[in-house]
């Protein structure tokens, strides 16, 4: 077996989770190094209850636990929020755009450590690997980067276990409970197990932050979210930090059963997977921006800033947050929010989030253009020439086939 590199410390980007908890052994054990754990708080609640202890135990040096919630909104999940980013149709990127946060806190840890070595629990077939190395390719680029997972002789979730079970290090997975989970203020996700078949209805007990939507309230729940640039920043009109107003949306749409996705996408790495995801704060807000927008942007700028959304969507999906193009995108999502304030008034109910109204200072929407009564700003008898001149293309190219299709007869 080749000797491995010599590592003095390494800094691991920890959970707590099953893989993070058993590569602090394994690093000590093959690299024979110093290994300083850290652990983002960016929503994931109750997991982060005894982590510290359980890091010590396991033969860390320390246990770094940054609280990143408001950053980690303000900085990353609303301005996705705002470009109007969706991947694949269905996924609002929670897990996506954490990485990018939680990998630079992570250098910044290594700098102070003087650590000479970043290490992840990604594995080698995932999105993730790809997104904590390219944020560490962008800020620390002289750091090693060690990947259990693309070097141990673990090649399943089972191994994982049972290694361990070995070393007697608690963890909450089992071969029963084997998903895969990841959990923050936007989203919680669930993968592996029964889910690798598509057909499979995903278990009841699987999810965890939303209530099936035919177990929901019958009496459904009437909100007006307000907008403040793109920015969302009131629940029927009470301001509230960026923390508690997701909080509020995520428990008010778990209640109703709201955000529940089933997916199957295109990984970046070339293989198509399949998730659950859990999302009702963001869905609340996605489908409340969408709206104000549909009010108070032109058409020429909305329809333009549909296709910006797809591009970014799939930047921040594969892992480029650091880079000079998604800067120049949200530089471009800035001019077009400006005008984007107001409030959209939404029913929460078995599962539906259903607009029911929404009303901005900026509104571009005219009655007295839009009735279809007797209008003094508005001539029917001009559309006559508008339509002429619109259609005038499809009108040349009919007339040049007939004359070709004459000419070919009388041939």
């Not at 070595?117 to 002289?142: I, M």
């Not at 309230?217 to 009437?222: F, I, K, L, M």
């Not at 409340?288 to 020429?300: C, F, G, P, Q, V």
């Amino acid at each position: 077996m080749t000797a491995k590199p010599r590592v003095r410390k390494a800094v691991l980007a920890y959970s707590g989770g099953l893989d993070t908890s058993i590569i602090i052994p394994w690093l000590k054990e093959n690299y024979h190094c110093e290994v300083v754990a850290f652990a983002a708080d960016v929503g994931q609640n109750e997991e982060l209850d005894g982590l510290e202890e359980k890091a010590l135990q396991t033969g860390a040096v320390r246990l770094y636990v940054e609280d990143l919630r408001h950053e980690f909104l303000t900085e990353y999940a609303f301005p996705t929020l705002r470009a109007g980013a969706l991947y694949e149709r269905k996924y609002l990127l929670g897990t996506s755009f954490a990485r990018p946060i939680i990998a630079s806190h992570q250098v910044a840890i290594a700098k102070k450590e003087g650590a000479d070595a970043l290490s992840h629990g990604c594995t080698g077939k995932g999105n993730d690997q790809v997104r904590f190395e390219l944020t560490y390719q962008a800020l620390a680029p002289e750091m090693r980067v060690i990947a259990p997972w693309r070097e141990w002789n673990i090649t399943s979730r089972e191994d994982a276990i049972e290694y361990a079970q070995e070393r007697m290090i608690p963890i909450r997975a089992s071969r029963e409970n084997i998903y895969s989970r990841d959990r923050n203020l936007w989203h919680y996700s669930h993968e592996g197990g029964v889910l690798e078949d598509p057909w499979q209805e995903p278990p009841a007990d699987i999810f965890g932050i939303t209530v099936a939507p035919e177990e929901a309230p019958d009496t459904p729940h009437e909100l007006t979210l307000s907008f403040d640039e793109g920015w969302p920043v009131a629940i029927d009109g009470q301001k509230l930090s960026p923390v508690d107003l997701l909080a509020q949306l995520n428990e008010l749409g778990g209640k109703h059963g709201v955000g529940r996705i089933d997916l199957v996408e295109n990984r970046l790495v070339g293989m198509k997977s399949r998730g659950i995801y859990e999302q009702p704060g963001a869905t609340i807000l996605s489908t409340a921006h969408k709206e104000l927008e549909s009010i108070t942007l032109d058409r020429a700028t909305l329809h333009y800033k549909d296709l910006v959304a797809q591009r970014y969507a799939e930047l921040v999906y594969d892992g480029l947050w650091f880079t000079a193009l998604r800067e120049a995108l949200d530089a471009f999502v800035d001019v077009t929010q400006k005008r984007v304030s107001g409030d959209v008034r939404l029913r929460l109910y078995k599962g539906n989030c259903i607009v029911t109204g929404r009303r901005s200072p900026y509104s571009l929407y005219s009655e007295t253009f839009a009735t279809f009564g007797a209008s003094a700003v508005y001539d029917h008898s001009d559309a006559k020439g508008f339509i002429t001149l619109f259609g005038l293309p499809l009108k040349i190219t009919a007339l040049s086939n007939a004359t070709q299709q004459h000419a070919a007869g009388e041939a």
